[in-house]
């Protein structure tokens, strides 16, 4: 074979490996569960989604949308308030989320999550995102993070007048085995395929955050509850 022909084969298998790449690739962002399975989905918004158009979301089968009221450095959402009277107004379930942040004292988070989410009835249960955020190096004992955890789910509940759900991820639960240690409902992570990992069934499931949908800028967590 020639130099040339060599070099045109492997440039032919190249185009074909980007072609199948790109091919997963749009899969990837417009896939969701199946309805059939999961009827009830919705999505995670934050004010890294930029200015959301919620009738667009509802229009796109979005059921329910989680908020996001603090992040894991104590700051409140710059689109919370915005976010939380555009999902009203389309129609859609709602509810509050605050990241659980190793580093910093859980009465001052629950007073994030507290001084920014009015009291709803109507609203969904609240959550607590559990994962471990960036720049954060404190790696605090299982018995601390499990008392830390609990003070901020007793302030965060007794705001929201509704047990929590926890929503954790995958490295954090082998850390520190929350599932067997606090007896709350559990919100999972795993892109594609149902997870796995906790110690308890989940009754919520990031099913994707790679998902692209009309209404909203970047990709989205697309979540389904179990049947």
């Not at 990837?28 to 004010?47: D, F, L, N």
């Not at 988070?109 to 009835?121: E, H, K, S, Y």
Request: with cysteine; aromatic share 10%; charged share 20%.
């Amino acid at each position: 074979m020639t130099l040339g022909g060599l070099l045109f084969r492997i440039g032919a298998g190249l185009a074909v490996i980007a072609a199948l790449a790109l091919t997963l690739w749009l899969y990837a962002r417009g896939w969701a569960p199946s309805r059939e399975q999961y009827p009830v989905q919705g999505v995670a918004i934050t004010s890294d989604n930029g200015t959301v158009e919620w009738g667009t979301l509802a229009a796109q089968g979005a059921d329910f949308a989680y908020i996001r009221a603090a992040d894991g450095a104590g700051r409140r959402d710059a689109a919370f308030a915005a976010n939380w009277r555009g999902v009203r107004a389309a129609g859609m379930r709602y509810g509050a989320l605050i990241d659980f942040s190793l580093c910093r004292q859980p009465s001052d988070q629950a007073t994030a999550f507290m001084t920014t989410v009015p009291r709803d009835n109507a609203a969904l249960p609240p959550v607590i995102r559990l994962s471990f955020e960036p720049g954060c190096k404190a790696r605090p004992g299982r018995d601390q993070l499990l008392s830390d955890l609990n003070t901020l789910i007793n302030l965060v509940e007794g705001q929201a007048g509704k047990p929590a759900l926890l929503n954790l991820t995958e490295d954090f639960d082998k850390a520190y085995d929350i599932g067997s240690g606090i007896n709350r409902t559990l919100w999972l992570d795993d892109n594609f395929m149902p997870p796995d990992y906790a110690t308890r069934p989940w009754v919520m499931w990031t099913a994707s955050d790679m998902r692209h949908i009309d209404g909203v800028d970047g990709p989205v967590r697309w979540n389904v509850v179990a049947p």
